[in-house]
């Protein structure tokens, strides 16, 4: 099993570097936070960081509405900074 992410990460920061991540949806607005426990949660199921992560993400407002809800924006939030 091989991961771009993995290969990566030694210089580029994860999921389980992340204080948090916030996703935001830039045709909404709506915002959501997720705590290290969710994101815990993905690098468990191999997903090791936001380009892995960003395409299983949709805005559930967007969605309700009937669109497909896809332009979000991940915002890492980091322990350091
Ligand atoms: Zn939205």
């Known amino acids: 099993m091989s991961s771009v992410c993995r290969e990566m990460s030694r210089d580029k920061p994860g999921l389980a570097d992340f204080a948090a991540l916030y996703i935001r949806c ?3 607005g709506n915002e959501k936070r997720m705590t290290p426990q969710v994101l815990a949660r993905f690098v468990d199921r ?3 960081c936001a380009d892995e992560l960003r395409p299983k993400l949709t ?3 967007c969605r309700a509405g009937g ?3 896809k332009n979000v924006a991940l915002i890492p939030a980091f ?3």
């Open 67 to 69: 669109g497909i809800g």
């Open 79 to 81: 322990r350091w900074g």
């Open 26 to 28: 830039d045709d909404c």
């Open 59 to 61: 805005c559930s407002v």
């Open 46 to 48: 191999g997903i090791h």
